[in-house]
């Protein structure tokens, strides 16, 4: 998971840069392409298909096996061991499917689900003979939720294990970077917003709020947020981060990854675009301006991929679920289901925290809740994804400005500047290759004609 080409980097930005707060700095850049929305099934990034497709076979080594893995021989307290490692391996496959699904399909709100999404593999038995065809995005969401539930139901509730028959420092039940089943919730609650279905999303949501914070999980705090980023989590202070993938300078994604893309110490690859920059602006008390990082008056960098203490910028942690999303779904969740009392509770939260001066309204709309997602979740990987599943456009604006002098869209115009969820490079081609050893595997007709 780890790789660059996974979750250290690719399958991070590509919802990010194909939206409409951040951009590939250049055409030369990594980024590029997916800013650009260029690809053809020939030249489409293969690597989305490959490596969410080997997360999942490994998950599935795992739980195919998991009654024959031997733990902890006699001891009382295996059965709870057992099972939290197969809810882990439940919630990561529920997330690679989920991320494959977005991927390459369309949004499930556009049809109810009935379009292409991708082949289901629950088993890792599938031999070379094996020719799936691509399940219905509606049947993909389907197993989504199923392994999601299943996981949060088998997952211990805390950091580390608890147990009393156990040497837990023996145990990689406690090392950081293990998914919680908090973040397996808000992925549930994530899943359940995506199909529409908001009353379940509020009920995942609260539920992760409120074991989260009997857990000691909690919020970042004004002051802190601009360089928590890089700060270690413990058992003791495992603030807002409910899941993220752990990199260290002895287990490294390279120079590839969020860190090195973002840093104008690195490849300084992604930007925010100059008409985000503005839109930030109009709040100059938002604590979130302060993690932006202008170099020479050309560039505007978000310097969220903060290195862990001794670590190296392309080493820097990736944060896949937050707490912070967490509220934020329960939020939208709530304004989605006419709840305004629950929904400006967890707005609330979230608003001030990024800025003392924020006004509550009188009564909290969708557009509220977005907004507060596109600031909070900026770089993380949602943007583009959060207009189309709430059947919004992503429109690109040209616009300029003295500390951004070298920030310009050189997307298609026709194309790639103003779309919605119809738009067919919103979703990535089949890869051929996929398409050549698998005779039941069709390519998505938009991209045949």
């Not at 059965?79 to 490692?85: A, G, K």
């Not at 989590?233 to 752990?246: D, R, Y």
């Not at 996929?434 to 039941?440: H, L, V, Y």
Request: include cysteine.
């Amino acid at each position: 998971m780890r790789n660059a080409y996974a979750y250290s980097g690719r399958l991070i930005y590509y919802g990010d840069v194909t939206g409409d707060d951040m951009q590939a700095v250049q055409s030369t850049c990594r980024t590029a392409h997916y800013y650009q929305m260029d690809w053809l099934p020939a030249n489409g990034p293969s690597t989305h298909w490959s490596y969410l497709y080997s997360i999942i076979q490994n998950c599935n080594v795992i739980l195919d096996g998991i009654d024959n893995i031997e733990i902890l021989p006699n001891d009382e307290d295996e059965h709870i061991f057992r099972n939290d490692l197969e809810g882990q391996a439940l919630a990561i496959r529920g997330l690679a499917l989920f991320d494959l699904t977005r991927f390459f399909g369309y949004t499930y709100l556009k049809d109810n689900g009935a379009s292409l999404g991708v082949p289901i593999i629950t088993s890792a038995s599938a031999t070379a003979d094996s020719k799936p065809s691509r399940n219905t995005v509606a049947e993909c969401y389907d197993q989504i939720i199923k392994d999601l539930k299943n996981a949060a139901s088998l997952m211990i509730p805390t950091y580390s294990w608890s147990g009393t028959s156990l040497n837990q420092k023996d145990l990689s039940l406690n090392k950081k970077g293990k998914i919680s089943k908090w973040a397996t919730l808000t992925l549930l609650s994530r899943a359940y917003l995506y199909m529409g279905k908001n009353s379940e999303a509020l009920q995942a949501a609260e539920e992760a709020i409120k074991g989260s914070e009997a857990n000691k999980y909690q919020l970042w705090n004004t002051e802190e947020y601009p360089t928590v980023w890089g700060t270690e989590a413990s058992e003791a202070n495992p603030g807002e981060i409910l899941f993220e993938i752990v990199n260290t300078t002895t287990e490294s994604p390279g120079n590839e990854s969020m860190g090195y893309l973002t840093s104008p110490k690195g490849y300084q690859d992604m930007c925010i675009t100059v008409s985000f920059y503005h839109h930030l602006l109009e709040t100059p008390n938002d604590v979130r301006i302060k993690l932006l990082v202008n170099q020479d008056k050309k560039v505007m960098y978000l310097n969220k991929y903060q290195p862990q203490p001794g670590e190296n910028i392309m080493d820097a942690n990736i944060p896949i679920v937050r707490l912070s999303e967490t509220y934020l779904n329960a939020a939208e969740a709530a304004v989605k289901n006419g709840d305004a009392t629950k929904a400006a509770k967890y707005l609330k939260a979230i608003a001030l925290r990024g800025n003392p001066d924020y006004t509550m309204p009188a009564k909290v709309t969708l557009d509220d809740v977005l907004e507060e997602r596109r600031k909070e979740l900026i770089g993380e990987g949602h943007r583009m994804f959060d207009l189309l599943r709430n059947n919004l456009r992503v429109t690109r604006i040209n616009e300029t400005d003295d500390m951004m002098k070298e920030v310009v869209h050189f997307a298609d115009e026709k194309t790639s500047m103003d779309f919605d969820r119809n738009y067919y490079r919103t979703i990535l081609p089949i890869p051929q290759k996929e398409i050549n050893a698998n005779s039941n595997i069709v390519q998505t007709p938009e991209y045949l004609k």
